[in-house]
T-cell receptor, first 113, second 114 residues
Framework: DQQVKQNSPSLSVQEGRISILNCDYTNSMFDYFLWYKKYPAEGPTFLISISSIKDKNEDGRFTVFLNKSAKHLSLHIVPSQPGDSAVYFCAASDEDAGNMLTFGGGTRLMVKP | DSGVTQTPKHLITATGQRVTLRCSPRSGDLSVYWYQQSLDQGLQFLIQYYNGEERAKGNILERFSAQQFPDLHSELNLSSLELGDSALYFC?????????????FGPGTRLTVL
């Protein structure tokens, strides 16, 4: 039973445009959400997070939106750059159950020059 | 560089063998987490230690065990290895054990079981 799902395995975007990566979850106990970026043969790199008490968090070119009623979050990257090409994972945790992360399957983002 | 170190980077061994993977957390972090990334399973949580004590267990096989030492480094022991244990093993660390606490990942150890 996948509690965190990223339904798009890949996404291709033109440089300078917006990239929108989506993530859905089923466990209503999740209250902290994170996005990680991963290159092949490297560890996941933390990008941005959001607590369930917020619906938006911004950090430079990266913005995460959380819709609790729909159990959906999205990562917006504006403007997209070729260096953003990587696999993006969303992850979720239930603060009361410890800090273990449940990951989605990842979305491969390709930003074309 | 996340500040989390893992050794070795690569490990090739045979079925039935035992290996130890090592992780040093970021300075000041008390929690260490182990994750496995295999081709068909994605990133899966294995086990968490906080300040030397086991805090949470995920989908960790009985053949696998871990510990966290007084200097806070951690080791993941994998025994009676099978072909299906071939995967990337990541360690992550965070300051505390719960709450909205971000985990930072190491570069991983690639284990190949032949």
């Amino acid at each position: 039973d996948q509690q965190v799902k990223q339904n798009s395995p890949s996404l291709s975007v033109q440089e300078g445009r917006i990239s929108i990566l989506n993530c859905d979850y089923t466990n209503s106990m999740f209250d902290y959400f994170l996005w990680y970026k991963k290159y092949p043969a490297e560890g996941p790199t933390f990008l941005i997070s959001i607590s369930s008490i917020k619906d938006k968090n911004e950090d430079g070119r990266f913005t995460v939106f959380l819709n609790k009623s729909a159990k959906h979050l999205s990562l917006h990257i504006v403007p997209s750059q070729p260096g953003d090409s990587a696999v993006y994972f969303c992850a979720a945790s239930d603060e009361d159950a410890g800090n273990m992360l449940t990951f989605g399957g990842g979305t491969r983002l390709m930003v074309k020059p | 560089d996340s500040g989390v170190t893992q050794t070795p980077k690569h490990l090739i061994t045979a079925t039935g063998q035992r290996v130890t993977l090592r992780c040093s957390p970021r300075s000041g972090d008390l929690s260490v987490y182990w994750y496995q990334q295999s081709l068909d399973q994605g990133l899966q949580f294995l086990i968490q230690y906080y300040n030397g004590e086991e805090r949470a267990k995920g989908n960790i096989l009985e053949r696998f065990s871990a510990q966290q030492f007084p200097d806070l480094h951690s080791e993941l022991n994998l025994s009676s290895l099978e072909l299906g244990d071939s995967a990337l093993y990541f360690c992550a660390s965070s300051v505390v054990s719960g709450g909205a606490d971000t985990q930072y990942f190491g570069p991983g150890t690639r284990l190949t079981v032949l």
